[in-house]
C-alpha cells in the first residue's frame, strides 16, 4: 500500500534556515500560528507587531530578510511599513481585505494572500523571494 500523499500546505519550506521573518498582525491567533509555522520552519520570528508603529520599530532595530504583513492595522495601513522594508526583502502579504490600489501602485510586485492562508503557504513564497 502506498503511503498517503502529503498535503502540500503541511510540507515545510526551503532555504528559511536562519532567516528573520518579520510578523505584522493585530489578530492574536493569526499572529501566533505564524510565529509558530516560521520557527518551525528554521527561521526565527520576529515580533509580532501588531501596530504600524511597532513594525516601524522592529525593522528600525534590525531589518528582518522577510515579512509576513497584513494590510489594516489599528494605526494605519501597512504602507509605510512596506516601504521601510530593506531593499530584497522577502514580502508576502496577508490580509482579509485585499490591497488598497494607492499601495498595488507603490509595490506592484508583492504577493498577496488572502486569509485564511495555510502559513506553510506563505513561507513557500516567502523562501521563493530569499532564493531570488
Known sequence: ???PASNAATVPPISLKGARILVVEDEPFIAFDLMMAIEESGAVAIGPA???AEALDFIGNDPPDGAIP???LPDGTVAPVLDA???GAAIV???GMGMPPEIRTRHPHIPVFY???EPMVLLRRIAMGLAG
Do not use: F, G, R, Y
Request: glycine content about 0%.
Open 1 to 3: 500500500m502506498a503511503p
Open 50 to 52: 501588531a501596530t504600524v
Open 70 to 72: 497584513d494590510v489594516n
Open 85 to 87: 522594508l530593506p531593499q
Open 93 to 95: 502579504v496577508h490580509t
Open 115 to 117: 486569509k485564511p492562508t
